[in-house]
């Protein structure tokens, strides 16, 4: 892919079903935005390798990296995300299905609403215990921005 805005990369590790349906819903709920999909499998079972090879083929993931055994999740992170130049960086686990679209713009458009930020990730209730957040609101929702590194949408 030319010139991708967002270059999101997915760790895989097992996970045969999770994973398809979260690459297959990548290209469903995404559209307004290019992006490039790089997956990074670490060793999982040889089925989801096998499925992962015919989907890089189908073009549903840009760059595929087959690990030799698991290797972690910031190894595969690091990996995925040298392998495209991008203006933004994602990663997604690999069993988080996106069902609404347009989220990526969506999310985009939150992002900008507020003050420049450098880490956006999921409202997980346990990044809430001890934290005073501040917001930002928007249209698209709430950003939720805590005083340490983690905001959380």
């Known amino acids: 892919m030319a010139n991708p805005v967002v270059n999101i990369t997915i760790p895989v590790f097992n996970r045969y079903h999770l994973t398809q349906k979260t690459l297959l819903a990548l290209r469903k709920t995404a559209p307004g935005i290019s992006f490039a999909v790089t997956v990074v499998d670490n060793g999982s079972e ?13 073009g549903i993931i840009d760059n595929l990296f087959l690990l030799p ?12 995300w040298r392998a495209v130049d991008a203006p933004y960086y994602m990663k997604l686990d690999n069993d988080m299905a996106v069902i609404k679209p347009p989220w990526l713009e969506n999310l ?21 215990k001890g934290k005073k957040p501040g917001t930002n609101t928007s249209e698209e929702g709430k950003l939720w921005i805590f005083k340490s590194n983690f905001i959380a949408v």
């Open 46 to 58: 040889q089925a989801l390798r096998d499925r992962l090879v015919e989907l890089h083929k189908d």
């Open 69 to 80: 055994r698991n290797m972690g999740i910031s190894c595969a992170c690091n990996i995925g």
């Open 108 to 128: 985009f458009r939150l992002w900008g609403a507020g003050d420049p930020v450098f880490s956006l990730g999921a409202k997980i209730k346990t990044h809430d």
